[in-house]
């Protein structure tokens, strides 16, 4: 199976069109698991890694930190010579400890934090440092100054954030412009035919910006796989049941319109001969704008399907139905 490249955004980083997400690595995934699928994303192109230092979702402080520390243990098993294969990528943000400073983009938090996911990763760097979050009690200029010291200091290549509305974006880098400090070089935004919002404002915002966009749950948290059915209970140790992390995924997507829209899709896949998985990343990749979907999964088989979008040529036709079928997902999610 072959990946293409590209870079992100208007840098010189060049990165697989594909990313590996690792929520799941170490709750919903045991570690000799979350190996076998770092193996298989990797033997199959993929060179990007995300994490994050609260990771694994859904496990609270009991477990933050935990995905950091199996994904460093398997990159120390490739060896040094192996490490430079690899884009590393993690976030910080969320709740690591007790006290009220052990979370959000202060200085304090944020120089930590680097140092204890360096520490978990067994690395002296990453490539790509994300605020997971928009944290609204820090100033903008603080975190943004603190990002500029990370990079400075050698313990980040690059600098980005995750989960922020295009107006704040838009404010962001205009201060780091204004300050003359690292510019956020991307964004990861919740991106799949389920959830269009972000075409409204912040994916034209990234085009103008020059901004890589690595979009999460491609699949709406596997919905898109088509294997749940409506009026039945999500399947325990799934995301639509890990904590308060399932509740979130449930309030997301577990609704009637979101499996109206599942069945429609389902019988186009079917016609054109294609998992629905596979058409669904395919549909993401399509976007010009978009630099690497971030693919999950609980178990190494299920990358089968979402690997191969990589290699599937979406019909242009097709697109337009996909496109005309969930336009309503474009304003955003289902009222509560």
């Not at 590393?88 to 944020?110: C, E, F, I, Y």
């Not at 629905?276 to 299920?302: C, D, F, K, Y």
Request: net charge neutral; proline share 5%.
């Amino acid at each position: 199976m072959s990946i293409p490249t590209t870079r992100l955004g208007r840098t010189g980083l060049t990165v697989s069109r594909l990313a590996l997400g690792t929520m799941t690595f170490g709750l919903q995934t045991e570690e000799s698991v979350s190996h076998a699928i770092l193996d298989k994303a990797t033997d199959g192109g993929i060179n990007f890694l995300d994490i994050a230092d609260v990771y694994p979702l859904g496990g609270g402080l009991d477990t933050a930190g935990r995905t950091e520390e199996i994904v460093g243990r398997w990159l120390k098993n490739q060896g040094a010579s192996r490490r430079d294969n690899y884009i590393v990528a993690t976030k910080a943000v969320g709740k690591m400890g007790p006290n009220a400073w052990d979370q959000g983009a202060s200085r304090k938090h944020l120089l930590s934090a680097i140092d204890a996911s360096l520490k978990r990763l067994q690395l002296d760097h990453v490539d790509l440092y994300q605020l997971h979050s928009d944290d609204r009690e820090t100033p903008l200029d603080e975190a943004i100054e603190a990002m500029d010291t990370i990079v400075k200091s050698g313990r980040a290549r690059y600098v980005g954030v995750s989960n922020f509305l295009a107006y704040r974006l838009a404010r962001a880098l205009g201060r780091a412009d204004f300050l003359r400090l690292t510019r956020f070089v991307s964004v990861q935004p919740r991106y799949s035919l389920l959830f269009r919002e972000i075409e409204r404002e912040l994916l034209p915002l990234c085009g103008e910006e020059g901004l890589g966009v690595i979009p999460y749950n491609p699949l709406a948290g596997g919905l898109l796989t088509g294997k749940y059915k409506p009026g039945a209970k999500p399947e325990e140790n799934t995301r639509f049941t890990l904590g308060t992390a399932g509740a979130m995924y449930q309030d997301r997507y577990w609704n009637n319109r979101s499996f109206d829209a599942v069945q429609r899709l389902h019988a186009l896949a079917d016609e054109a001969g294609v998992p629905l998985a596979t058409l669904a990343v395919a549909w993401v990749m399509a976007n010009p704008l978009i630099t690497a979907p971030l693919l999950g999964a609980s178990r190494p088989e299920q990358l089968d399907a979402t690997l191969a979008a990589a290699e599937y040529k979406l019909d242009p036709a097709l697109k337009i139905k996909l496109d005309e079928l969930t336009a309503d997902f474009r304003k955003g999610d289902a009222p509560r």
